[in-house]
DNA sequence: ACTTCAGGCTAACACTGTTAGCGAAGGAGA
DNA sequence: TCTCCTTCGCTAACAGTGTTAGCCTGAAGT
């Protein structure tokens, strides 16, 4: 049988946070994971089930550290915003498996997700509707600055600034 | 001598376009693009230099059709944005190629890039700034709608009202 | 008729996730 | 202590990916 709650699973989880932060997405492979445990790679299937089960742990971890760091920060829109902005260029990553790839919500803890969706909406302080547009707008930012869709000579802080006052 | 510019070529970009639309872009492999020529995979490249020659051209008609799309709308800002959503919705697949993927600058079309985004910029007719906020927004909203971010239940025809109305 | 070459082909390589099955180490019970 | 069973490593392998090397055939040019 698998042993799919030991200490060596929390290696594996450990390891796959690290790997993807280093190598980005396509860095994380299975058999990159079990080199740096200095296990072969179908060694890791007596842990966990799959990759997707890798995946999922991420994106938990993602959306839990994004969530505490939008928290964390100011209470006015325009710190929010920034935080929102701050967090997803220090973890690229991290943000990127969150949304970029489909989010496997069966796998991830349940309400995680929306837990996300209403902070996003408590700092509109208006409806659904509006939340999504906003949150829509800062995604957007951050997505295409991320894919280097801007201009190098862009000024994105003078655009952040633009964008807070447009919500 | 490769034949890089016969009429097997073309009809190689055709099938990749057709491929493209209707497996998307993970069903885009070598082995089935070429299968749907009643080639093998490898005499693919007597024609072509590499998938990222195939990646390229489906980019740069990605923003060549979006492009046209969005000059026939209607003049105003809200005919405007709805085209970019129809336009996206009704191909997603390129659409996600050309935002979801490194776009390939080397290899597309001088200018074509340029015109897109300048596009943007006249559909707002204020700065760049605002124009680059107004196109993330925009960006945000049908990213996160092909990922299926939004509920089920949510009403994207009001947050687009909404948004439009920020702009 | 001879040569050249475009454009097919198969075999193969390095990579991906994943499964089957083997073997060694350690603990539990007689 | 002997035996048994579980855990957890391992190698070999499979199907998929993009890609390269090298072979062969038919057609076109001189």
Chains 1, 2 share one sequence.
Do not use: C
């Not at 989880?13 to 445990?37: C, H, I």
């Not at 179908?42 to 505490?68: M, V």
């Not at 006015?76 to 989010?103: D, F, Q």
């Amino acid at each position: 049988m698998a042993n799919t709650d030991g200490p060596t699973r929390e290696r594996i989880r450990a390891a796959s946070y690290e790997l993807l932060n280093e190598k980005g997405l396509a860095g994380l492979s299975m058999r990159a994971l079990a080199d740096r445990l200095h296990i072969k790679a179908p060694s890791l299937y007596k842990h966990i089930e799959d990759k997707d089960e890798i995946i999922a742990d991420l994106q938990a971890r993602g959306l839990q550290e994004f969530g505490i760091a939008i928290r964390r920060a100011g209470k006015s829109r325009r710190a929010k915003a920034l935080a929102y902005r701050g967090w997803a260029l220090a973890n690229p990553h991290l943000y990127e498996i969150t949304v970029s790839i489909p989010l496997l919500r069966d796998r991830i803890p349940a309400g995680l997700e929306d837990g996300v969706t209403n902070l996003i909406i408590e700092i509109t302080g208006k409806d659904h509707e509006h939340a999504r547009a906003v949150w829509a707008l800062m995604h957007g930012l951050v997505d295409l600055e991320i894919a280097g869709r801007f201009p190098k000579d862009a000024d994105l802080d003078l655009t952040w600034k633009r964008a807070v006052a447009m919500i």
